[in-house]
């Protein structure tokens, strides 16, 4: 009967720990992705990012064991929010469009994680790079993803003649990369969403993105 | 008339100083281009580059005071070589789209060079970088290159209705330099040239490359 307690109990202390572990990592990433949108990539500290939830710089480290660690999480957590926030695998492709436009525009209000985005892709070319994995992996799920939304449009018969799916969302990754490259060496000289979203309508038929009346703000 | 002599003899004194330290400079970029292709941005050391040419890391580093120096030095003499071997800047919009091209397939060849380009133009974001100021000017310079081309092309007729020089060189910037990326991480996922090559022909009328027939190895 003891026993049984404790196996009944142990696991449910076990979950009660796990979910404030959960709860405390994602308190660190909120405040890291608003530290480093605020303060850039190089001088975002673990201290404030520490602070502002109220712990110290040596428990954020248990979670986290180095800043690229942090920045590698940080990046992951912002895909999860992007996938919460726009609606980018649904099985409408003309919807994913447009939702990749309206994630365009959301990034031109956060520059400093985009710059942290650029900076650690382009650091994470090389192999022994600790989020290495991550960016190859996010490449091949993102390709996949926006190749599906062209797939999908052809199958509607929408996308040019001649347009291949896989090469288009390659194209719209380098497109999208390379804008944001622009832009964060001079916020003036480009507009990330326009030039999205007339690429998408040179061979996507009828593409626009939604009106405002739709009830999205951009 | 000794005055006149000595006034004869010195500005010639320095000439060849001149041309010295510039031969040698020139050597340390060839050697430095060919350690970072070969090694990479990182690993390519600066004592590898001083041994190529014959000479101390001090005496390198005389003509170069850091590692981030030389880099840019680097990146400025890999665009100067360019600018010899392909037609970026002639009056032949169309030449200069296709020398694009050539560029992109020769850069699928030196993956290092490629990859310092990308690292450093990332890291350059950041303005109290000693490279931001190198890379800001670059992009003025590259996108007013790019845009007289297309405006070449405007001129003849041959833009589609409604493309505008200015962003198309924008979005030809973009789509280049995020085709790097994908590729560093990448290399069989993505041809750079061929769709670099249709980009240009989905907006340039009559645009193709020019035929192997025409000369030029591809």
Redesign the interface.
């Known amino acids: 009967m003891s026993t049984e307690t404790t196996t009944k109990v142990a696991p449910r202390r076990a979950r009660g720990e796990y979910a404030k572990t959960r709860a405390r990592k994602m308190a660190i990433l909120d405040a890291a992705l608003e530290v480093f949108a605020e303060s850039?990539y190089?001088s975002g500290s673990l201290k404030e990012v520490a602070t502002r939830v109220g712990i110290s710089e040596a428990g954020l480290l248990h979670h986290f064991p180095s800043k690229v660690h942090l920045l590698e999480a940080v990046l992951e957590h912002r895909d999860d929010l992007a996938r919460e926030r726009f609606e980018l695998d649904g099985d409408d492709g003309a919807a994913t469009l447009r939702a990749l436009v309206d994630l365009a525009t959301y990034n031109a209000s956060v520059p400093g994680v985009v710059?942290l985005y650029?900076?650690l892709?382009?650091?994470?070319?090389?192999p022994d790079h600790p989020a290495h994995d991550y960016?190859?992996t996010r490449?091949v799920d993102t390709?996949e993803m926006i190749a599906s939304a062209f797939r999908q449009l052809q199958d509607a018969g929408r996308l040019a003649p001649g347009a291949d799916p896989h090469?288009a969302a390659?194209?719209t990754?380098?497109?999208?990369?390379?804008?944001q490259?622009?832009w964060?060496?001079?916020r003036d000289?480009?507009d990330m969403a326009r030039?999205l979203s007339?690429?998408f309508a040179?061979?996507v038929e009828g593409f626009r993105v939604a009106e405002p009346l739709d009830g999205i703000t951009r």
Do not use: K, T
Not at 173 to 179: F, P, T
């Open positions: 850039g190089r710059e650029c900076v892709s382009a650091e994470a070319i090389a960016f190859v490449y390709r090469r390659n194209a990754i380098a497109l999208m990369d390379g804008l490259l622009q964060l060496l001079d000289v480009v030039e007339d690429f040179s061979f």
